[in-house]
């Protein structure tokens, strides 16, 4: 039997992760608050463990939660700093 | 494929009449085509024919005119000479055309139109069984689809005047741009019929929106999934059920629209549950919710002219809904009592201290319908009552009233605050004629941050 593919035909393009830093001393971190009642508590105390370590911190936020990051944020972020952390709490 | 000049005639070889006319063909020194070779079917099949024989002239590449069966002025007509066909009756019917035929109807569709479709073919082997391949494969949400063959999608896309290459819409997460083929390949799968298929574009267009969100409806962790409203006459043009059991089982149109727009979020978006579909505990009808509002015996106008669209257009409305569950009031004559019920439960929508964060639809039953209808209470009337009835004093909605962590900050004490958003509330009709319930759908995040609801028209 043949049939018609239903998804999207794609292949998801794959990039190399740039290498993992020694130490965060001296690097710029990015701090992305996806706008979650008190993730900015979480994320200033994460703020301020990083500064400990002799990181400089970005913050940055989406508008909604509920959307995606716009472009202009995504853009903002991999061209001021040199290390992020993804993570999501709820 | 070229046409003869002249007069032409598609016949074959079973039917009386054709074989009645022949001699009025060599008389006429019309060009035969005969159905029962493969460049004569393939002519008949591009040529439109339904019935043989069918009698055309030909003038400069081009039809001028076409008679079917036997008539003598109709041929006369087309041949622009009389005086043929002596001793034959004035007129016989013809017959159907074999490009008709159960069979070989849908082998030409793939022969001739199968190039239209882009999509990559996938070859099962003989070993396969093709309901487990599909299933392998991911395709299906988890209940059996119907495998989505070239002659399948084609009568699909039958369905719609659209161009399968068309772009509905880009489809979160992934962001996709789905053609009018791929939804067609995916209201298959659905078990669609090809008629439905307008009414599953134009929900795939809806969700799409930024105001819909189906990114966010998707990747919630809430228990929501798209729910679809249909309102104007492409209700009762494809059979949908808006009377007994209309949220439940049994309505294909019902059954398969909804589920359609799933798979193509699923399929062509690529969300999956587990990967961004993130819900805690989903409900039910993420398999798909599809139902239509009965205009017919509503009190109220209908929804989507509520919503600013004429009557006579067909539309469908998104909204991001959780299970439905029911409003049950026996005993309410009166529309101030049956309101008050309503409100009691609205209240409870999402949780009984949250106010303004989610939005809810109202499925109202014809037996409730009644109480308002009778009373002259119109939509709006009832929307504003409502609203007085659900505002809520903010003693008993921070957090630790009544012994419940959960709710506002100390700050919204001694405030009112309305359990719904400015136009929040939605409210439709439909379910069956015995029982004194109603329905509720709650909402998920409402507004701009989150799910709007969304109404597009139905096209051709």
């Known amino acids: 039997m043949k049939v018609l593919d239903p998804t999207s035909e794609r292949a998801p393009a794959e990039r190399a992760r740039v290498a993992r830093p020694p130490a965060l001393a001296g690097l710029t971190v990015g701090l992305l608050d996806i706008s979650k009642p008190r993730g900015n508590v979480f994320l200033d105390r994460v703020e301020e463990l990083l500064r400990g370590r002799g990181a400089a911190v970005r913050r940055y936020a989406k508008p909604t939660f509920t959307k995606p990051a716009p472009i202009d944020v995504r853009h903002e972020i991999s061209t001021q700093c040199d290390v992020v952390i993804e993570a999501l709490a709820d | ?460």
């Open chain 2, 1 to 460: 494929m070229e046409l003869p000049e002249g007069l032409v005639a598609v016949v074959k070889a079973d039917c009386p009449t054709c074989r009645l006319v022949r001699p009025v063909l060599d008389e006429l020194g019309a060009h035969v085509v005969s159905e029962d070779d493969d460049d004569g079917l393939e002519l008949s099949y591009r040529l439109g024919v339904e019935t043989v024989p069918t009698l055309l002239r030909v003038r400069d590449g081009k039809e001028e005119q076409r008679t079917v069966g036997w008539s003598r002025r109709g041929w006369e007509a087309i041949a622009e000479t009389a005086g043929f066909g002596a001793g034959l009756p004035e007129s016989r019917p013809g017959c159907g055309s074999r490009t008709l035929d159960p069979g070989v109807a849908d082998e030409l569709a793939v022969r001739f139109q199968g190039h239209r479709l882009r999509s990559r073919r996938v070859e099962f082997s003989i070993l396969e069984d093709e309901a487990e391949a599909m299933y392998d494969r991911g395709w299906s949400d988890g209940l059996p689809v119907v495998a989505p063959t070239e002659a399948r999608v084609l009568r699909m896309l039958g369905g719609t005047a659209r161009d399968p290459q068309d772009v509905v819409a880009v489809v979160p997460p992934d962001l996709v741009p789905c053609t009018v083929e791929k939804a067609a390949i995916n209201a298959v799968l659905a078990g669609c019929r090809p008629e439905y298929l307008p009414v599953v574009l134009a929900a795939v267009e809806a969700a799409c929106t930024d105001e819909f969100n189906a990114h966010g409806v998707l990747a919630t962790t809430m228990p929501v999934g798209p729910v679809v409203v249909v309102n104007g006459p492409v209700r009762r043009r494809i059979g949908m059920n808006s009377g007994v059991n209309v949220l439940g089982q049994g309505n294909r149109a019902n059954s398969t629209i909804g589920r359609a727009l799933q798979l193509v979020i699923r399929n062509v978006g690529g969300g999956r549950p587990g990967g961004v579909d993130r819900a805690a505990h989903g409900n039910p009808g993420k398999v798909g919710v599809c139902f239509p509002e009965d205009e017919e015996g509503s009190p109220w106008e209908p929804f989507h002219v509520w919503r600013g669209f004429d009557a006579g257009a067909s539309t469908v409305t998104l909204f991001a809904g959780e299970g439905p569950r029911g409003i049950v009031d026996q005993l309410s004559r009166d529309p101030e009592s049956l309101a008050r019920s309503f409100a009691a439960c609205l209240r409870t929508v999402q949780h009984p201290k949250l106010p303004m964060i989610f939005d809810a639809l109202l499925v109202v039953g014809p037996e409730h319908g009644r109480v308002f209808r009778e009373a002259g209470w119109s939509r709006t009337r009832l929307l504003e009552r409502l609203d007085a009835l659900l505002q809520l004093p903010g003693d008993e909605l921070v957090r630790g009233a009544g012994g419940i962590a959960e709710g506002l900050p100390p700050s919204v004490a001694g405030a009112t605050l309305p359990k719904f958003r400015p136009g929040g509330l939605l409210v439709v009709h439909a379910g069956g004629g015995a029982g004194l319930f109603s329905t509720v759908f709650a909402g998920w995040a409402s507004g701009p941050t989150g799910s709007q609801p969304v109404t597009r028209e139905v096209g051709t």
